[in-house]
């Protein structure tokens, strides 16, 4: 299995901008990908990075990943915060390249960090 560990949360006014970053360890991943949860919601997909980037459609153009392969890595550019981005993010890896979407598709996981945006 494969070590996950996001940093770079916190808290941040409505229209500002957060940074997130993730780091695979362990084995060679093929997909990493975040997926966000909020309070009282069931966790979704955001975005991920295969092959090339793929995203939700509801996080285009506000947010962008980025991966540096050869150190297992992915950032996530998150860009005009709004309250409803409100949740724990995490970032999820498996060792197969694909434009994985599901909770199910990923079998490691870090243990989240906390966004929070409020004035």
């Known amino acids: 299995q494969v070590r996950v560990e996001e940093s770079g949360g916190g808290l941040v006014q409505p229209g500002g901008f957060l940074r997130l970053s993730c780091a695979a360890s362990g084995r060679s991943v093929g997909t990493m990908a975040w997926f966000r949860q909020a309070p009282g919601k069931n966790r979704e997909f955001v975005a991920g990075?295969?092959?090339?980037?793929y995203y939700a459609d509801s996080f285009k153009g506000r947010f962008t990943i980025s991966r540096d392969s050869a150190k297992n890595t992915i950032d996530l550019q998150m860009n005009n915060l709004q309250s409803e981005d409100t949740a724990v993010y995490y970032c999820?890896?498996?060792?197969?390249?694909?434009?994985?979407?599901?909770?199910?598709?990923?079998?490691?996981w870090g243990q989240g960090t906390q966004v929070t945006v409020s004035s």
């Open positions: 990075f295969s092959w090339t980037t």
């Open positions: 999820a890896a498996r060792p197969i390249f694909g434009q994985y979407r599901e909770e199910d598709d990923f079998d490691s």
